[in-house]
């Protein structure tokens, strides 16, 4: 109808051409986005304070609906190759599957962890689980999107609800505080991120990375200004997003004031979006350029891993100690990027997942730990922990260690990936200072542990004393699932490696055009 | 709690069948005796008992200490028997690797578990089987057994899992894994200062142990470069030599040496060792001095000369002066000890070094008398630190100041202290003897004046340690000491094995020697025939040892 009021206007016009929406290869998005839908709908019809948490539950089934989604699609990709599809705007490929598994996975962790929080800090409704599905949609929509522009609307879906998300604790300041620090720093960022858009839409005349390679393909720039300012500000856009250094100020006192089991999904989700873009805009589209970008990205996995290591040794505090140490993650991560290889790809997809089950079960340790306000996270607060919960403190014993890349666990294989990437593309020295800053956070690890098991320092014993300790820590039946697929993942990965590493080898990323 | 040692070993039992099945198929890798492979695997049982047995004690109920003690002494005992039977399967007189275990492990980069011994890693497998259970008898802690227990019985796991493996992967991993529980012990059950020890403890290994995991990755990829399949079997990598670059690999042992040196340790990178073994407790510095420093100079043996031959005959010069220092260096400092602990912890030190100076002078005595000296130190000063154990348990006192005249209160326990201090020192009849002169003869060979300083080491030795006896077990008794406590039964039995085995290697040491001495002559080989030096044909023994002290004109004349 509108079409036949704009012919009366303007004369005649031809009918815009659609492209063909092949529903099929958006089933794992669609399922994120309807429950989300359905799950605000109906809970706005319900009570407001359920006896089940059958707000997580909807959640977790959404989730894993989305994971079986992937499935046949996997299966296709496996057989027939990769495709794009909504005129090539959305990639589907082994690459973007198996993140959108990995952020799925990360928003099971959170929805199971945020069940006892919120009951325990009072604030049941749905509003956090919505959200939640809300960003992963926008992760999922980074990790096919094929078009730069389709790209931002998957950052900004993904960040939106992520700072609402961190504001989500309504009766604590820092909650609120990291909200509005990081909404502010976030919305620079996008805004650095979508100039960088315009500018290497200026220098090749297209915003979709098919179109973009192709075009390096076909000619050569003469004046490549433009271009690798845009690449530059790109990269500021996504390294704010994976919290690289410099652009990393943002992650302590966020991560600090955000309710524990957000900051899990933040640091395992979020991460994981933000590589996903990276990998796909850099190491696919701007690959022709990667004599250009490499030396940066080289140079900011170094920083990363350094300040995140060095800094995280200086911390009182676990949560603003852990946001440290996945900077330095970030930093390990940084490094298969650079490689800028298949191999690099698959070793830094294969850290993500990893990454997932070690972070999350961490800080679900850290969210039952935190009591009931979420501010028992100081070192001190650790002390005698390890006679108190020693069952807790076992598993938090193994998820540090694990992160500190102990054998056997996925944290090792991880890091041994990356460098095995690193070697391959002969940057030894970057292999090395890696691996030198994994032990220098291992620092970290082990004065947390030491805190738990042998009591703390001398000076950090005299602050002990002035809160009783509070009583009997309850660990409700989703925590324990939380924490018990964090173990598995974890343990499982480091002793059989093979079937994860086969399928971060299969995830690889393509830039094709069109397809069924 | 019967019922509990039954489920793990079955559990061992059906883990065992599972790399049997492969085993079979891989025993024909590099061994000349793939057709003696048994059907029980017994070197895999070697590492997963223990780490079973760890898991039946965490599973022991808190309340009954007394069993989680029991049940873990009965895995070592059993882990013990078992690397004992694999003395007894050993074949004598061929340097390959026998009883060979493999299953794939991770298929896309041909990682395996791949496990093998020879000459070389046999006795300090039985070395490790046998000071385990007396570790843990000797050494009892005094609050949360169980865990104790358990963190020890893995830490066995790890350490065979060392001397076992036989590929790059797998070692790494146990190389590392070894730490943790050792970290735990120390922090857990350890002394005053226990946290800084055992944080730097940590950090010093696993700074060395970066390194290696970028060298190790790197041999790996550039094997495979040269065209070869990517592969992280130590065998095949070492036997195709010539497939990296002469500067590369060396680059590359630098980077291993870096991580074994820090364990062994080598003297710059030494200043861990005095506070681990000191804050430890008595069962965790046994076990570090005697089993945890072999792992660095294994290490060099199986990763140095065996898979960088000319790299190590390179920086041979450099290996053996660092060894003299640490000879010297860790004498000197022993002798200006006020903690009877410290000082046996900076005696390790100076024994090290003696080892490191006996393996690098690459010759078949300097090998033999090294490997021998790895077995002789975990005897000699496993068996001091459980004594010096025993005096702080009787006088909560390590400080030499404080004790004295202790032989007049206990002469027995004074008497099992001089001959484990003189077998220490390398008296001749014990077993300290025949390992330093091997290792002094093999380094005089190759390297004269180096040996001829080393040499020096013996006598500081026998300085430090005469001079601590004097202090404490002489003198007169005073009111402090007078109630010091005689050796008790249970202690003397502890300690009987280690007695037994200081003389038995120090009057009879052929059957070792005849054990280790066809993999060290293979190791030579392998060194010689590779871009290394040629050691002097005296340094072979049999018929043809004698050539090399023929005097040019003599050989003629007997020719003619």
Sequence with gaps: ?????????????????????????????????????????????RPRRPRIGWHAIVTILVALGAIGAVVPLWRDVHRNGPFSVMADAVGVDGFSLFLTVVICASVVIAALLLDGYLRRESLEGPEAYVLLLLSASGGVIMAGANDLIVMFLGLEVLSISVYVLAGLHLRRLRSGEAALKYFLLGAFSSAFFLYGIALVYGATGSTNLVRIADFFARNTLSDERLLLAGIALLLVGFGFKVAAVPFHTWTPDVYQGSPSPVVAYMATGVKAAGFAGLIRVFVLALGPYRLDWQPVVYWLAILTMVVGAVLAVVQTDVKRMLAYSSINHAGFILVGVQAATRRGVSSALFYLAAYLFMVGGSFGIVTLLGRRGDGRHRLADYEGMGRRHPVLSMLFAVFLLAQAGTPLTGGFLAKFYVVQAA????????ALAAMVTAVISAFLYLRIILAMY??????????????????????????????????????????VPGPLTRTARDATPALVSGGR | MSALALVGATAAAAANAATSATSASAANAATSAADASPQFPVLTALVVLPAVGALVTGLVSRRRPEAARQVAVLFAVLTGALSIGALVLFKTGTPGFQLVDKATWIKDLDISWFLGIDGISLFLVVLTGVLFPIAMLGGIPHHD?????????????????????????????????????????IAGWGYERRRYAAIKFFLYTMLGSAFMLVGLVATAVLYQRAGHPLTFNLVTIATNQG???????????????????????????HTWLPDAHTQAPTAGSVILAGVMLKLGTYGFLRFGLYLFPEAATWFAPAMVTLGVIGIIYGAVAAAMQRDLKRLIAYSSVAHLGFIVLGTFAITTQGLEGGVLQ?????????????????IYERRHTRAIAELRGLQRAA???????????????????????VGEFLTLLGAFLTRRWWAVVGATGVIVAALYLLWAYQRVFHGKLDDANADFGELRLREGLVLAPLLGIIVFLGVYPKPVLDRIEPSVKALVAQVENNGGQRQPPVATTGTSAREGTFVRGERKGAGG
């Design chain 2, 145 to 185: 057994e169980k865990p104790f227990y358990a963190w020890l019985l893995m830490l066995e796991a790890g350490c065979m899992g060392v001397f076992l493996a036989l590929d790059l992967f797998v070692f790494f991993v146990m190389f590392e894994i070894v730490l943790v529980p050792m970290y735990f012990l």
């Design chain 1, 1 to 45: 109808m509108i079409g036949a009021v704009v012919a009366q206007v303007g004369g005649p016009v031809a009918p815009i051409d659609t492209p063909r929406v092949v529903w099929h290869a958006l089933t794992p998005l669609l399922v994120l986005l309807g429950g989300a839908v359905v799950l605000v709908v109906v809970a706005s019809l």
């Design chain 2, 411 to 433: 002469p027995i326990f004074a008497a099992v202290f001089t001959v484990v201090m003189m077998s220490s020192i390398g008296v001749p009849g014990l077993n300290g003897f």
């Design chain 2, 374 to 390: 790895m077995v002789n130190h975990g005897i000699s000063t496993g068996a001091l630190f459980l004594l010096v154990g025993m």
């Design chain 2, 243 to 269: 497939s990296i670059a002469t500067t590369t690999a060396r680059w590359l042992f630098l980077s291993f040496a870096v991580a074994f040196a820090v364990k062994v340790p080598v003297f710059p990178l």
């Design chain 1, 454 to 495: 042998a009591g703390g320092d001398a000076d950090e014993e005299a602050s002990t004393s002035e809160a009783a300790p509070p009583g009997r820590l309850r660990v409700p039946p989703m925590a324990r699932l939380a924490l018990a697929i964090a173990l598995i993942g974890t343990v499982g990965i480091g002793l």
């Design chain 1, 423 to 430: 070697v391959e593309a002969r940057s030894f020295w970057l």
